[in-house]
Structure formats: structure tokens, C-alpha cells
């Protein structure tokens, strides 16, 4: 059975989007475009996304992330990035992305 791209739940006015594959230059487009629906359709405080069962992600990972922060800046909310593994923790710090306002982020 595959996994879904990304799965979405929602908890005190969070929307948690639960991203289940390798993120790469095949996958970003849908995960990306996915994840901006359902935050404009809920306007959470707070999007997470879940990387806790990505186990690959390149460039379009990252670049994935810088998107989704200018998008919930333009409703007002914050991102957590949670579940990273301490190679894709790496990645995102040798980036600067956890630098960013309104961005914060935890490792698995």
C-alpha cells in the first residue's frame, strides 16, 4: 500500500501536515500545492509540517519550506518544522532556514 504525499490533521488552531515521502524535484509540486490548499482553506495560527517519515529530501525540500513560511506569513501564522531526522536537521541548518522569523524547528 503507498503512502499518501501528505496527510492533514488539526489541533488547537494548528494545521499539522504529516508529509509521508522523499522530497524531491517529482514530489514538491503536489506536496507544495497540497499543503497551500488546505492552509488557505483552514487559516491556522500555526502550520507544522511533520517530516518524521521523510527520509530523503534535496534543494526542492528546502525550498518547499521557504514557500510555506512566505505563504502562512501572508495569513498571519507561524511554522513549526517537526520530526526532522539528524541528516535532514542538518540540511536545514547548513540552509540558515531555522534562522528564519516565524519559523521554528525540532528534530525527531
Do not use: W, Y
Not at 503512502?3 to 522523499?22: Q, W
Not at 503536489?30 to 534543494?59: A, N
Request: overall charge neutral.
Amino acid at each position: 500500500m503507498e503512502r499518501e504525499e501528505v496527510c492533514f490533521t488539526t489541533r488547537n488552531n494548528s494545521l499539522v501536515a504529516k508529509i509521508g515521502c522523499e522530497v524531491d524535484h517529482h514530489t514538491a509540486k503536489r506536496v507544495r500545492e497540497k499543503i497551500d490548499s488546505e492552509l488557505f482553506m483552514t487559516k491556522p495560527e500555526v502550520l507544522v509540517l511533520d517530516f518524521s517519515e521523510v527520509r530523503f529530501m534535496d534543494s526542492s525540500g528546502l525550498a518547499l519550506i521557504l514557500g510555506r513560511v512566505e505563504c502562512a506569513g501572508v495569513i498571519g501564522a507561524r511554522v513549526h518544522l517537526s520530526g526532522l531526522s539528524p541528516q535532514l536537521l542538518k540540511l536545514v541548518k547548513l540552509a540558515g532556514i531555522e534562522k528564519i522569523k516565524n519559523l521554528t524547528v525540532s528534530g525527531g
